[in-house]
């Protein structure tokens, strides 16, 4: 199995900033491919924030263009989200997935816990 960690949650005023942290781990080798941020309101569908692939590439959802910004340590397998000018419309749990392509029989998405950020006006 593979363990998703999420850190770095917490409460904030509007327009400050929090930076999350996400660390996978497993017993034995394995290879990621994406690993990305979502976030779950109260009554909402959980929605993508932003996800990174192992080259580096990102994608990011409208609502956080400019505000936010992912990052990854591949040698950590780890995936950070720098969130700044938080807004109130922002707060949610934030949950980290880490999609993991190899090896074969651990082959899937792997989801953390979750982490509350809420932001307060």
């Known amino acids: 199995q593979v363990q998703v960690v999420e850190s770095g949650g917490g409460l904030v005023q509007a327009g400050g900033s929090l930076r999350l942290s996400c660390a996978a781990s497993?017993?034995?080798?394995?290879?990621?491919?994406?690993m990305g941020w979502y976030r779950q309101a109260p009554g909402k569908q959980r929605e993508l924030v932003a996800d990174i692939t192992s080259d580096g590439s990102t994608n990011y959802a409208d609502s956080v263009k400019g505000r936010f910004t992912i990052s990854r340590d591949n040698a950590k397998n780890t995936v950070y989200l720098q969130m700044n000018d938080l807004k109130p419309e922002d707060t949610a749990v934030y949950y980290c997935?880490?999609?993991?392509?190899?090896?074969?029989?651990?082959?899937?998405?792997?989801w953390g816990q979750g982490t509350q950020v809420t932001v307060s006006s």
């Open positions: 997935n880490a999609f993991v392509s190899m090896p074969i029989m651990k082959r899937g998405g792997y």
């Open positions: 497993s017993g034995s080798i394995f290879s990621i491919n994406v």
